[in-house]
C-alpha cells in the first residue's frame, strides 16, 4: 500500500536527491559554476522564506511526522513577528488571516519540500535560457510567463496527489478531495474552496506569482549589468544571494496582495452587494485570465529556438515528480478517474516543453512567438552552458 509511511520517504529521498543533482550539475559547469550555484541558494532561501510567511496565514500545514523541519517554524504563535506584521496587511485587504474552525497544529517547513521547489524552478530557469534567445526584459517577460505556465502544469498533479484537504466552511462540505497521502494538508471554507480536487485555486496563484517573478527577475539579473553575472571574486556571488531575495520579495508581495484582493473581494468591489456570477466561476476565472496573461507575455516578448537540446538536470525534478504521483495513483484504487486524466494531461505538456520541436512547431504556430532563425544559434545567450 502507498500509504503515508512509504509517501514520505520516497519524496524526502526523491526531492533531497534532486536538489543535490542540481547542485553537483551547476558544480560540474566550468564558466557557469558559480552562477547556477547562486541561482540554486536564490531559489532555496526564496522559496523557503515564502512558505515560512505563507505557512502563518493559516491556510495549510505540513504533516507533522515530515522530516527535517526548517528554522522559522515551530508551533503557531500570536506573538510572532512575522504573523503579527502579516495579520496587519490582511485586516487591511483580504481582512482575515487563517480559516475559521481550522486550527494549525504547527509552521514546520520540511526541507525535502522547498528542496524539490527550488530544483525545478532552476530547472525552469535553465529552460528559459535555453529556449529564449533575446535579453533584457522582452526575455524576463517571456521568461516569467513560459515559467509561470510550467510550474502550474506541475502543482496542477502534485499538489491534488499529495496533500488532503478539511472543510471548516458553514455551508456542508462540497467533497472536493484528491487522494489521501496527506503530505500536507489545506484548510478550506466557503471564501478559499479547494475547487481543484480540493486544493484551494489561490495556491496556483502564489506559484504563478513566485515563479513568474523569480523568472523575470533572474532572466533581468543574469546580464552584464544585473546582480547575478561573472563575478572575478566568489564573495560578491554571497552577498547577491540575499540581495536578490530581498528585490524578489519587494516585487512579490505587492503583486500577490493584490491579485488575492481581486480573488477574494473582486466581486465585492466590482458588483456589490450582490455577484453576479458563482464564486467557483469567479476564482477559475482569475486563474485563467493570469494564464492566458502569461501566453500573452510568450507570444509578445518570446524569441524561442528549438535547436538547443535540454540537458538532464531540465527534466529531472519533473520526471520525479511525475513518477510518483504515477506511483500513488496506481497503488489507490480509489484513485478518481479525473486525476489519472490530469496527470496524463500534464506530463504531456511537460513533455512537449522539453523536445526540441516544442516552441518551433507548438508556440510559433498556436501562440504566435517569433522564432529565431537557425543561424543566429551562436547569439543565443551566453548563460547557456
Not at 44 to 69: C, D, M, N, V, W
Not at 104 to 123: H, R
Not at 312 to 334: E, K, M, N
Amino acid at each position: 500500500m502507498f500509504g503515508y509511511p512509504t509517501a514520505v520517504f520516497l519524496f524526502t529521498v526523491a526531492a533531497c536527491g534532486a536538489w543535490a543533482c542540481t547542485l553537483v550539475w551547476a558544480l560540474k559547469l566550468r564558466e557557469q559554476r558559480f552562477l547556477y550555484v547562486t541561482v540554486l541558494l536564490v531559489a532555496t532561501f526564496f522559496l523557503g522564506l515564502s512558505e515560512s510567511l505563507g505557512i502563518r496565514l493559516g491556510k495549510y500545514q505540513y504533516h507533522s511526522a515530515f522530516p527535517l523541519a526548517l528554522p522559522l517554524g515551530g508551533t503557531p504563535s500570536h506573538s510572532d513577528l512575522a504573523w503579527q506584521g502579516l495579520n496587519w496587511i490582511a485586516m487591511h485587504t483580504v481582512g482575515q488571516m487563517g480559516i475559521p474552525g481550522c486550527d494549525q497544529l504547527s509552521w514546520n517547513i520540511p526541507f525535502p519540500v522547498v528542496a524539490l521547489e527550488a530544483a525545478f524552478v532552476v530547472a525552469f530557469f535553465r529552460i528559459s535560457l535555453l529556449r529564449l534567445t533575446n535579453s533584457g526584459w522582452s526575455a524576463a517577460f517571456a521568461a516569467a510567463g513560459l515559467n509561470a505556465l510550467l510550474v502550474v502544469n506541475l502543482d496542477a498533479i502534485l499538489d491534488p496527489v499529495v496533500s488532503t484537504s478539511v472543510w471548516c466552511g458553514t455551508a456542508p462540505d462540497p467533497n472536493y478531495h484528491g487522494l489521501t497521502l496527506g503530505l500536507w494538508q489545506w484548510f478550506t471554507n466557503d471564501t478559499h474552496p479547494g475547487y481543484w480536487f480540493g486544493v484551494p485555486l489561490v495556491n496556483f496563484i502564489s506559484w504563478f506569482v513566485a515563479v513568474g517573478t523569480f523568472s523575470f527577475l533572474l532572466r533581468l539579473e543574469t546580464g552584464p549589468r544585473g546582480l547575478l553575472r561573472r563575478y572575478k571574486h566568489w564573495f560578491k556571488y554571497v552577498l547577491a544571494v540575499p540581495a536578490v531575495v530581498i528585490v524578489l520579495f519587494i516585487i512579490q508581495v505587492p503583486i500577490k496582495i493584490g491579485i488575492d484582493l481581486v480573488l477574494v473581494r473582486g466581486q465585492d468591489f466590482l458588483f456589490d452587494p450582490h455577484p453576479v456570477v458563482d464564486n467557483k466561476i469567479w476564482h477559475f476565472g482569475v486563474m485563467v485570465v493570469l494564464l492566458l496573461w502569461a501566453v500573452r507575455l510568450m507570444r509578445r516578448y518570446g524569441e524561442f529556438s528549438s535547436i538547443r537540446r535540454i540537458d538532464w538536470t531540465c527534466v529531472a525534478a519533473q520526471i520525479l515528480v511525475f513518477a510518483f504521483c504515477l506511483g500513488a495513483l496506481w497503488f489507490d484504487p480509489s484513485a478518481n478517474a479525473n486525476l489519472w486524466a490530469i496527470w496524463f494531461l500534464t506530463a504531456a505538456i511537460a513533455s512537449t516543453v522539453e523536445s526540441r520541436s516544442f516552441v518551433a512547431r507548438v508556440i510559433t504556430r498556436i501562440f504566435g512567438g517569433r522564432p529565431t532563425p537557425q543561424i543566429e544559434v551562436s547569439k543565443v545567450s551566453p548563460h547557456g552552458s
